[in-house]
Nanobody, 120 residues
Framework: QVQLVESGGGLVQAGGSLRLSCAAS????????MAWYRQAPGKQRELVAT???????NYADSVKGRFTISRDNAKNTVYLQMNSLKPEDTGVYYC??????????????WGQGTLVNVSS
């Protein structure tokens, strides 16, 4: 089993910054892609950014130039640096990881979510 624990959410004023972290633990052989999703009140969950184990990150158009996703493979951790935050960035942010367990089973795991609230 793989577990993801997110941290770093909170209340911030528009124009401010937050940094989210997501640490993976458990029976991990390899982590492939990691990603951040968000779900605003009354809306569907949407992809914010994704980063493969090697290669370039991809971003939703709405966050390009403001958010940066990065990962520390030695720590099995993915980060989301969020700058120039807007009220429309408000929502619950979820970490996702596609991994292979020590039993060589492919797994898709979600974190519990962390709330980001951007006030105007």
């Amino acid at each position: 089993q793989v577990q993801l624990v997110e941290s770093g959410g909170g209340l911030v004023q528009a124009g401010g910054s937050l940094r989210l972290s997501c640490a993976a633990s458990g029976s991990i052989f390899k982590i492939n892609a990691m990603a951040w999703y968000r779900q605003a009140p009354g809306k569907q969950r949407e992809l914010v950014a994704t980063i493969p184990s090697g290669g370039s990150a991809n971003y939703a158009d709405s966050v390009k130039g403001r958010f940066t996703i990065s990962r520390d493979n030695a720590k099995n951790t993915v980060y989301l640096q969020m700058n120039s935050l807007k009220p429309e960035d408000t929502g619950v942010y979820y970490c996702n990881a596609n991994s292979i367990s020590t039993l060589l089973i492919s797994m898709d795991t979600w974190g519990q979510g962390t709330l980001v609230n951007v006030s105007s």
